[in-house]
């Protein structure tokens, strides 16, 4: 069976983040504020209010452009790590799929290799892996799920909701980790006990596209 995820979806999903790091920017700013410079937040927060004030413009690029112009604004809007590591994460998104249609959506086999994409570029840009406490240690273990879920023949929605799941274990595996990226670096051992912000974030984000997919 090939599965499809509709270009409708693919714009549902940037609609769902906008009101959701509104709703959860003083939580990821509390976190940062326990081991960085506690602007994550409000970074991502100025970073998506961009990305609504186009998102009605970009609605009828491919889903490669949307997303591109969508990690181009966060790039540009978004301070500290966060801008870097997410406007890459989105502008890279779409590559596998850049010459589909306006309308098209994509299959089961092109989603997980645009998530691989666009975690690979934030390990790249990171220079980072598991292990480190940063949002690899929610991404790497997700897609590892995902990746393994979707060769085994799970549908799409149960592969996403493994790489979610996997990704929450990562997150919480931050909370005892010594930071060794990032300004949490200077604390060292006083890092224990944290999670990691952007770890936290990008679970909540992954959960989002997974809980967007229509069901099987």
Not at 60 to 70: M, R
Request: hydrophobic share 40%; proline share 3%.
């Amino acid at each position: 069976m090939s599965e499809e995820l509709s270009k409708e979806y693919f714009v549902k999903v940037i609609e769902d983040l906008i009101p959701w790091i509104e709703d959860r920017k003083e939580y990821f700013t509390d976190l940062d504020s326990a081991i960085g410079d506690g602007d994550h937040g409000i970074n991502l927060s100025i970073g998506f209010r961009e990305v609504a004030s186009h998102l009605d413009e970009w609605k009828g690029e491919n889903v490669a452009a949307l997303y591109k112009n969508v990690g181009k604004a966060l790039l540009d809007k978004v301070g500290g790590s966060a801008g870097p590591l997410y406007g890459s994460f989105f502008m890279k998104f779409g590559v596998p799929v850049k010459k589909k249609g306006p309308d098209e959506g994509v299959t089961a086999d092109e989603f997980v290799e645009m998530m691989d994409k666009a975690i690979a570029i934030i390990q790249k840009r990171g220079k980072s892996t598991t292990g480190e406490k940063t949002m690899n240690d929610t991404l790497m273990p997700a897609l590892d799920a995902l990746k393994a879920a979707h060769a085994a023949g799970d549908d799409i929605k149960t592969a996403m909701g493994k790489a979610v799941e996997a990704g929450k274990a990562g997150l919480e595996s931050t909370r005892n980790m010594v930071a060794t990226k990032g300004r949490a670096m200077r604390l060292g051992e006083r890092a224990v006990g944290h999670l990691d912000p952007g770890a936290a974030s990008t679970a909540e984000m992954l959960e989002i596209f997974y809980k967007d997919m229509p069901d099987a």
